[in-house]
């Protein structure tokens, strides 16, 4: 059926795609308590997770773990890539602060 692929920040089930690759998100009330914690490791993962799409050829559910609310983005990107198995990236994360 599947893999289950466990990380520090998070938990994935791959499986083969059947066509096109796809990812789902799930950050649940017991990862954090406030809508917004979870609104933004679910932005910040599924922002890394598309950048990756081409070069999975697989299906795969991300489930963030506690840890993962704490996490910046460069933390969770490359833990979906030590996790995935793919080659670290050498160019830097976008900026998502105002000036």
Known sequence: MGRVLRGRYVII?????IGVAKSGFVVSSTV????????LVKRRLRDAVQKLLPQL?????????RAAVGASYDQLNNDLR??????????ASPSHRRH
Not at 57 to 65: G, M, N, Q
Not at 82 to 91: G, N, V
């Open 57 to 65: 050829r697989s299906e795969i559910i991300v489930y963030a773990t």
């Open 32 to 39: 954090a308590k406030k809508a917004t914690d979870r609104n």
């Open 13 to 17: 089930r791959a499986r083969p795609a």
């Open 82 to 91: 030590q996790t995935l198995l793919l080659p670290p990236t050498t160019h």
